[in-house]
T-cell receptor, first 115, second 111 residues
Framework: SQELEQSPQSLIVQEGKNLTINCTSS?????LYWYKQKYGEGLIFLMM?????EEKSHEKITAKLDEKKQQSSLHITASQPSHAGIYLC???????????????FGQGTILTVHP | KAGVTQTPRYLIKTRGQQVTLSCSPI?????VSWYQQTPGQGLQFLFE???????NKGNFPGRFSGRQFSNSRSEMNVSTLELGDSALYLC??????????FGPGTRLTVL
């Protein structure tokens, strides 16, 4: 099984609708990253969460980290076609104090926004 | 500040050949991590370099190697290419291994 599970695998919404993507870890998280990717391109950094209960927002995107559940959620308010893409969560698992630049990624959520 | 750059952006090779990919990190960043992305396996960590030293390595065969230069630029090399090595290769730079910023990737096709 995957260390980091994302759900749903794909999502199709009408423009203007709100949506949530979840990322659940089977191991203790040190940090949780959210990225967006256009197909075949590089990853765009969205947010990094480190502390339980932490919540960050950027424009219409909000991410939260639930330390108890080892889970993060990404919420998009009033979605737009520009939000379409693949959303990936990446986990920083630390053992012995450092992860030395390794992120473990979920399988991604493909978001389609219909105008 | 300029972002992470990767060259070349696209590459076509045949089985058995070797290939070298290059990554220039954001100015001031000393850590470079490499990842392989395929439809079947997703994004997988290859290795990380910091100040010219490999600090971490993923579960890839020895055909995959890398190095980092004194200016923090990094290269990765794949020898004896196999069809399964076709993938998008991404590098990410960071100050010290956290908060990674990714380049546009190199699309490698092995025929």
């Amino acid at each position: 099984s995957q260390e980091l599970e994302q759900s749903p695998q794909s999502l199709i919404v009408q423009e203007g609708k709100n949506l949530t993507i979840n990322c659940t870890s089977s191991k203790t998280l040190y940090g949780l990253y959210w990225y967006k990717q256009k197909y075949g391109e590089g990853l765009i950094f969205l947010m990094m969460l480190q502390k339980g209960g932490e919540e960050k927002s950027h424009e219409k995107i909000t991410a939260k980290l639930d330390e108890k559940k080892q889970q993060s959620s990404l919420h998009i308010t009033a979605s737009q076609p520009s939000h379409a893409g693949i959303y990936l969560c990446g986990a920083d698992y630390r053992s012995g104090g450092t992860s030395y630049g390794k992120l473990t990624f979920g399988q991604g959520t493909i978001l389609t926004v219909h105008p | 500040k300029a972002g992470v750059t990767q060259t070349p952006r696209y590459l076509i090779k045949t089985r058995g050949q070797q290939v070298t990919l290059s990554c220039s990190p954001i100015s001031g960043h000393r850590s470079v991590s490499w990842y392989q992305q395929t439809p079947g396996q997703g994004l997988q960590f290859l290795f990380e370099y910091f100040s010219e030293t490999q600090r971490n390595k993923g579960n890839f065969p020895g055909r995959f190697s890398g190095r980092q230069f004194s200016n923090s630029r990094s290269e990765m090399n794949v020898s004896t290419l196999e069809l399964g090595d076709s993938a998008l290769y991404l590098c990410a730079s960071s100050l010290a291994g956290i908060e990674q910023f990714f380049g546009p990737g190199t699309r490698l096709t092995v025929l």
